[in-house]
């Protein structure tokens, strides 16, 4: 299995308040900043790391790997999708002639009451996260996040010299929208993740719809939607609709699981999606085009699904309760299980196993993020972690 690997220099640098321009020259001469960052380079690069400071590479995965480090799906694409991707295969000698791409727009736009040019298609929503970090910021307008939450967008700010500023999430792991609204008067781009990745937790519509209307004069709120369907969160769409300085975004990586058939959708005012575009735009794979709207259509999928992993979640979460761990309540396919030691101990632990688990965010380093897999590979982590907790800690917090 051969993993693209942006190295350590992401956790080492990207992901540190430290950045400097000589930094990102080094990182560039290297070749690995530039790309659009996905949960699977975040997730990878943490693995890879054995403390030598030197090898940027990964080993091959055993055969028998668990992988519950990228919030990716055990499912994969449902099987109309999967029949759709093999049906449109004859006709990959063309391109998009049938427009594929905008049909899914078209669907998307049908079902959520907006007009088709609301809706941008996208190999993935990394892409359109990475570029709004480049379109909204720059050295005099800066970006606000949550701590922790997904470091894609603000690494992408940080290309362009842009200030990042991290507010703690609260005490109920939601987004302390009052001290985002202050945290960066000047600020381009406020970004909002939710369910929020890594903790899994939900901010109220009402909380992100306060945002909206307190926001930096001239900021953009960016609501990343990839969880929702896992939640009960409430979407900001409407807010869209209403042509609101808001962004958001939607995957088909998590539900739909379709993370390396690539399909993404940014939503909002056409002016600005023209800001994203023009960062560039590609032809979509008519693969993923067909497989999205089939998805779409399938409309028993998410309610499936989602029952799928809030059974094994919870499963997990009495589990971890009987044995008196301490976790962060997610509702979405991952949750942050408190190690009482660097998290990355355990990380390390679980790998000799071949169960991979990623990862731990500087705000909270005592904590893995465990993406929920089938009940089988919850089953193999739960003994694993047991045993490696059993183990005395190589250092405290
Ligand atoms: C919060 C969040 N946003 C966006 C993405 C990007 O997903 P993709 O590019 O696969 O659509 C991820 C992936 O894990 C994510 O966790």
């Not at 993740?193 to 909380?207: I, M, Q």
């Not at 808001?246 to 939503?267: D, E, N, Q, T």
Request: overall charge neutral; aromatic content about 8%; charged content about 20%.
């Amino acid at each position: 299995m051969t993993i693209r690997n942006p190295g350590k220099l992401i956790q080492n640098e990207m992901t540190s308040s430290v950045f400097s321009r000589r930094n990102f020259m080094k990182a560039v001469g290297a070749g690995s900043f530039l790309a659009v960052m996905t949960e699977h380079d975040f997730a990878w690069s943490q693995t890879a790391i054995d403390g030598s400071g030197e090898d940027l590479s990964i080993p091959s995965l055993p055969s028998n790997a668990v992988l519950l480090n990228a919030n990716e799906s055990p499912l994969g694409p449902s099987r109309a999708a999967r029949n759709a991707i093999a049906e449109i295969a004859a006709k990959g000698g063309r391109y998009d002639v049938d427009g594929e791409a905008a049909q899914l727009a078209q669907l998307f736009a049908k079902q959520n009451g907006l007009k088709p040019e609301y809706v941008s298609v996208y190999a993935g929503s990394s892409e359109p996260l990475h570029f709004a970090g480049l379109a909204f910021c720059s050295p005099a307008h800066g970006y606000v996040s949550a701590d922790p939450t997904f470091e894609a967008g603000s690494c992408a700010a940080r290309l362009v010299d842009a200030p990042v500023k991290m507010v703690r999430l609260r005490d109920d792991y939601s987004h302390d929208v009052k001290a985002m609204a202050s945290a960066d008067p000047k600020a381009g781009l406020v970004y909002v993740c939710n369910p929020n990745n890594p903790t899994g937790t939900v901010t109220s519509y009402e909380d992100i719809a306060w945002l909206l209307e307190n926001k930096p004069k001239g900021s953009v709120i960016l609501v990343d939607e990839a969880y929702i369907h896992l939640s009960d969160a409430r979407s900001m769409i409407d807010k869209v609709v209403a042509d609101k300085d808001v962004i958001v975004l939607r995957s088909f990586s998590k539900i739909y699981g379709m993370a390396g058939i690539r399909c993404g959708l940014a939503i909002a005012r056409p002016d600005l999606l023209a800001k994203l575009a023009a960062y560039g735009i590609n032809a979509m794979p008519i693969t993923s085009s067909a497989a999205g709207r089939v998805s779409l259509l399938d409309e028993n999928l998410v309610p499936r699904r989602k029952k799928f992993f809030a059974d094994i979640r919870q499963n997990l979460f009495d589990w971890l309760k009987a044995n008196q761990y301490g976790y962060v309540p997610s509702s979405t396919n991952c949750c942050m299980i408190d190690t009482k030691r660097p998290g990355q101990e355990i990380v390390q632990a679980l790998q000799e196993k071949s169960i991979y688990i990623g990862r731990v965010w500087p705000a909270m380093p005592t904590y893995v993020r465990v993406s929920i897999g089938t009940q089988g590979e919850m089953d193999l982590f739960k003994t694993a972690f047991h045993q490696a907790m059993q183990a005395k800690p190589k250092s405290l917090v």
